[in-house]
């Protein structure tokens, strides 16, 4: 094999070690009535050897909660990936403490609701599996508020090094996708006002070099709408700028003047999914909106930052997703070891570790590298 081939970049599909274990948990309903549940496990790609049902109740007050460590956390954060806002003089560290107290109330809150008797059966088949492997929690829903709790620390999983949790809508279509012997990524920096996005660029041009890339820096509207429609395809679309979910809707600003809904690129991403587009990683502020809008033209990955995001915080994600995934390791892995490596950074930056959420659809493998 000549050195071209040694470096050259596939994606695959499935997992090159064991069998990963895949648990999908439906929840039917929302916080205000209660939920019915479905449990599903199986190995990645197979039907489900697994299923049992339960119950989850009510629990309104949980959505205050949410919203109380939401709005303590964004008056924390400082220097963030989002439109820039004017600096205020704040004690940090009576917010920092805040914060800790308001995390702490939520992550209590949380599991004490997991621990009700109806929701059991879930909890019991979850501590049967094995704890050395690779399993992939995702936790299908649409109701917005749920989606929005921190599942990464659902007392159930602390024994599983390898179980790293998703989100997804509960309506899934399978697509066909054309598979590229050569990895293609679109790399978008948008407006840089007050942030870096620089350094993202180097770190994907330094761990992705096998692949074949494209920048766009600060595109117009009509030229990132051209590339979204290359005729080629893209594997992996990379966003690094200002983002925002306005209500339920996820906004870039993809240069200095224009911000962009994902509606509004709807056409070209559709077009760009339907050819091979699998991953999209918006390495930018509040983008559980991004998400959503994206899980309608069923991408099969999109992982996002659930809330505002320090740009140190930023860099070191995409820093260890990267050398993770370009490794070898599945996305869920890459995600899992890049957020216990935020969990150093808490001490500046409290609930780091909180921010990067995947959202999968489903009924799709991840990639590999």
């Given amino acids: 094999m000549n050195q071209s081939m040694l470096v050259r970049v596939f994606l695959h599909y499935g997992d090159v070690m064991n069998k990963v274990m895949c648990v999908v948990i439906r ?48 008056s924390r954060c400082g220097s963030v990936r989002i439109h820039a806002t004017k600096s205020k003089s704040v004690n940090i560290a009576a917010l920092n403490q805040e914060l800790y107290d308001k995390s702490n109330d939520l ?138 979910t306005i209500g339920a809707v996820g906004q870039i600003w993809i240069n200095k003047n224009d911000n962009l809904s994902i509606g509004d ?25 991004i998400a959503s809008e994206l899980e309608k033209l069923n991408i099969s990955q999109v992982i996002v930052m659930r809330e505002l995001i320090p740009d140190m915080v930023a860099q070191e994600f995409l820093k260890c997703f990267l050398i993770e995934f370009t490794s070898g390791n599945s996305l869920y892995i890459s995600v899992k070891k890049a957020r216990e490596r935020l969990l150093l950074l808490e001490d500046t930056f409290p609930c780091a570790s909180w921010l990067p959420v995947i959202v999968q659809h489903q009924l799709e493998t991840s990639p590999t590298w």
Avoid at 169 to 197: F, H, Q
């Fill in 27 to 74: 929840f039917l309903g929302d916080l205000i009535c209660g939920f019915q549940i479905v449990l599903d496990i199986s190995y990645q790609g197979e039907a489900p050897h697994v299923s049992v049902t339960g119950k989850l109740p009510a629990n309104p007050y949980i959505i205050g909660f949410e919203r109380i460590w939401s709005s303590t956390y964004q």
């Fill in 107 to 244: 992550r209590c809150l949380f599991n004490a609701w997991l621990k009700s008797d109806d929701f059991s059966r879930i909890t019991n088949c979850l501590n049967k599996l094995d704890s050395s492997s690779e399993i992939r929690i995702i936790i299908s829903s649409n109701c917005q508020e749920l989606r929005k709790l921190p599942w990464h620390l659902w007392d159930a999983l602390t024994k599983f090094s390898r179980a790293e949790v998703a989100l997804s809508v509960p309506d899934a279509e399978l697509g066909s996708r054309v598979k590229g012997e050569k990895a293609r990524i679109l790399i978008v920096l948008g407006d840089s006002t007050n942030i870096n996005v620089e350094a993202d660029k180097l770190l994907l041009m330094k761990y992705c070099s096998g692949a074949e890339i494209v920048l766009l820096n600060e595109p117009s509207r009509l030229e990132l709408i051209h590339h979204l429609h290359d005729e080629l395809g893209w594997d992996f679309l990379f966003y690094s700028g200002h983002s925002l």
């Fill in 265 to 289: 690129l709807k056409d070209a991403l559709q077009f760009a999914i339907q050819k091979r587009l699998q991953l999209a990683i918006f390495n930018s502020c509040d983008g559980l909106g």
